[in-house]
């Protein structure tokens, strides 16, 4: 970081507004402007810049917290890349984002479709779908042991009436985790929030002319509301697969990564090197791995975004 | 000649009254309010009779394995003067430099090392030790038994004062005690891997051997007894079938609810803390024995293992000496009314007969504690233990031979071994 206060002389000439210099109150303005944010910045720097950077140097070293860092080269991520449980986790991982995304997705935009409909009790409903967002993680996932528990739960006994004799859910490993991904829908209130917002947004007429045109409501979909729509799905696209890149609470409290590491998270893998056996080296390689693969999916997200987002009223 | 004296009895007087008292920070996790409110108790004590010493009680989050709080004082070098730590990790904190060598603080006081090890069980003092030195004071311990529902057994036609005493009869038993209907598990005899039935259960039951310290060589997977202790084990994984095994199971997720006081699980391991739920939450008309772990004819007869916790100066301690002292009087004094209170078993013989005394049921568990095996003291004791859980998975859900998961594991955990002992 620059000396703080910054000196004087040079200082007004490297402050630039548009090629011109900076007027003086501008640049009284600025300082102040940075004042106010310095707070923040010094949090930034020290909580959240400072970690980053460090933990970039352990993933290099060897390193146990109390004894000092050993600089051990690549070896870190050759480990990684032969550690059978490591590989595991990572694909359980992308499972995770596999199902997490789309599903999310699906199951949210439908709510907020129904959350529109002009009903008169709607605001209740849309209560009611938003209230279980708000209950802790912990809670729910207790809840939800039970509620696909395979001989007393409530799914399984929904599925008897129909003759259909449910699966063991997450005693199988085969099924785990997808009940984790079924059971996240539980928090779908978030998303259709957005989205509900987003199909408020679209302005009537474009309906209106739809109608006259004797267009489907599959049609005016199809055409009219996923289009405008986008932006929010980008948004939710890159906060959703972020989130489930990193799912930690649900598969810990319900599985604790089992059975037979089916449910077994990255970042319950990680946080098992770094604070069980503190390993902070190995789990310090194991968060940049993470990391890159992270910005590598939402650089792609953004990538392919030019394709498919539209903003209304904007030229393409 | 006199007034010398006043004079210098003066001043020591003074001096005295002058001291500074030494403020010491003690954190521990014993939530539990029994055990805390009996802490407590042999602190307040210790201060009154230690004017020179105030002692502060932090009650911190941390869990066997789990000690990030710990860790992280204690490289910021904002730890506590004493902690709590579960003792089979004792040598691997102490090698990676996370604890202060207590026995160098003790021969300060001017202790007689020697003598006081006497006092304790050997396996605690085993478990404290590292390259010969103590690291720490045990405090409480656990040992491990068959509970069985004696009800149950009637219900099955089988003597309920008879308790199944091999391998064989174990078996038997479990078989006879178990009601499959419409392919639900209604009711289960036994499963080997239920409560405290952990692969250390399992494996000295039938005589094994997990490391040599002679040569400093994991060995579990190059021991016939412990490969068919495994064997065993996963034979009951075939019959019931994990998946089975697991719906069962998962019916009883959640803190006080335990197939085995619901009355439908008929034998169970478990620790000597299991008296208490079972004397809290098992329904009033509940019958239950207790007997020794089951073993084949080759293994070995009343087997059971202990773990339990110990009392440490973590690294960078303020005031290590005024530390030891009062470690010193928690893992004796402390300790027997500690057992008295919470019918803890303790590591101090001293504490025992106060214990017998104050629930008679106790003695059983006391008895056992002479030949209680302890885990291996090796500086790598918790990624040990994991490396074993996971190889057990692996076994049960089949998705390794028994020889194949034992010795991945033991190659895995014999390299950060090799490397932690400096022979690599």
Redesign the interface.
């Known amino acids: 970081m620059s000396p703080w206060p910054p000196p004087r002389g040079p200082f007004k000439s490297t402050l630039k507004i548009g090629g011109r210099k900076m007027r003086k109150y501008q640049r009284r303005n600025f300082v102040k402007g940075m004042l106010f944010i310095l707070p923040w910045l010094i949090g930034f720097a020290v909580f959240t810049a400072y970690p980053i950077i460090a933990s970039l140097y352990f993933s290099f070293t060897e390193y146990h917290v109390t004894t000092k860092p050993q600089w051990v080269g690549l070896e870190n991520y050759k480990k990684l890349f032969n550690d059978v449980l490591f590989l595991k986790s990572l694909t359980n991982t992308l499972y995770y984002v596999a199902g997490l995304v789309p599903i999310g997705l699906v199951v949210g935009l439908v709510l907020a479709l129904l959350l529109v409909q002009p009903l008169k009790e709607i605001v209740f409903y849309r209560g009611i779908i938003y209230f279980p967002s708000i209950v802790p993680a912990y809670a729910f996932a207790t809840i939800g042991i039970w509620f696909f528990h395979p001989y007393l739960g409530f799914i399984n006994h929904i599925l008897g009436f129909f003759g259909i004799d449910g699966p063991m859910w997450l005693s199988d490993e085969n099924w785990a985790k997808f009940t984790i991904i079924l059971l996240s829908q539980w928090g779908a209130g978030g998303t259709a929030l957005i989205y509900m917002a987003a199909i408020k947004d679209i302005p009537r007429e474009l309906y209106e002319a739809a109608i006259l045109d004797g267009a489907t409501r599959w049609q005016m979909f199809k055409k009219i509301t996923f289009p405008l729509i986008s932006p929010a799905t980008l948004y939710y696209l890159v906060i959703a697969t972020l989130g489930a890149l990193q799912i930690f609470d649900l598969p810990q409290i319900m599985t604790g990564g089992g059975p037979a590491n089916s449910t077994l998270s990255y970042v319950m893998y990680l946080y098992r090197h770094a604070f069980t056996y503190v390993n902070m080296g190995y789990a310090s390689a194991m968060a940049w791995i993470l990391f890159i693969i992270s910005m590598f999916l939402t650089f792609l997200i953004f990538k392919t975004s030019k394709r498919w987002v539209f903003y209304y009223g904007a030229r393409r | 000649m006199r007034k010398l004296l006043l004079i210098l009895t003066l001043i020591v007087l003074s001096t005295f009254a002058m001291a500074e008292v030494v403020e010491i920070v003690f954190w521990h996790n014993m939530s539990n309010p029994v055990d805390k409110k009996s802490i407590e108790e042999s602190v307040a004590k210790f201060n009154k009779t230690h004017p020179n010493i105030k002692v502060k009680v932090v009650l911190v989050p941390g869990t066997e394995?789990?000690?990030?709080k710990l860790?992280?004082a204690?490289?910021a070098g904002t730890g506590p003067d004493v902690y709590y730590l579960d003792r089979f990790t004792v040598a691997q904190r102490a090698h990676?430099?996370?604890l202060e060598c207590l026995e160098d603080y003790l021969v300060q006081l001017g202790v007689d090392v020697e003598k006081l090890k006497s006092k304790y069980f050997d396996f605690a003092i085993a478990e404290a030790t590292y390259n010969g030195k103590l690291y720490a004071l045990p405090w409480d311990t656990d040992v491990r038994v068959l509970y069985y529902n004696k009800k149950l057994f009637k219900k099955a036609g089988l003597d309920p004062d008879k308790p199944p005493v091999t391998i064989d009869e174990l078996d038997e038993y479990a078989e006879k005690l178990t009601i499959i209907k419409n392919g639900?598990i209604e009711q289960l005899g036994f499963i080997p891997w239920f409560g405290q039935g952990w692969h250390y259960t399992w494996g000295w039951a039938f005589g094994g051997k997990f490391y040599d310290e002679k040569t400093q060589k994991l060995c579990f997977a190059d021991d016939p007894k412990i490969i068919a202790s495994f064997k065993w084990q996963k034979k009951y994984a075939d019959k019931y079938g994990?998946?089975?095994i697991?719906?069962f199971?998962?019916?009883y997720?959640?803190a006080n609810l335990n197939p085995f006081l619901a009355g439908k699980l008929a034998m169970v391991v478990d620790g000597n803390w299991f008296l208490a739920q079972i004397r809290t939450f098992a329904p009033k008309d509940f019958e239950f024995g207790i007997a020794p772990i089951p073993y084949p004819v080759y293994g070995e007869a009343g087997s059971t293992w202990a773990g339990g916790w110990s009392l440490v100066i973590p690294?960078g301690a303020k005031h290590p000496k005024e530390a030891a002292e009062f470690i010193l009087y928690m893992a004796t004094e402390g300790q027997v009314k500690y057992a008295i209170d919470t019918y803890h078993l303790p590591t101090y013989k001293e504490a025992i007969p106060g214990l017998v005394e104050a629930d008679p049921m106790q003695k059983y568990f006391a008895e056992l504690l002479p030949k209680a095996h302890c885990r291996p003291v090796i500086p790598v004791g918790?990624?040990l233990w994991?490396k074993l859980t996971?190889a057990r998975?692996?076994i049960l859900?089949g998705?390794k031979t028994v020889e194949q998961a034992l010795r991945d594991a033991q190659e895995e955990v014999q390299e950060a071994l090799d490397k932690a002992l400096g022979k690599k």
């Open positions: 394995t789990e000690v990030t860790m992280t204690v490289a990676q430099g996370v639900r994990m998946k089975n697991g719906a199971q998962s019916a997720t959640g690294k918790a990624l994991d996971e998975d692996y859900w998705k």
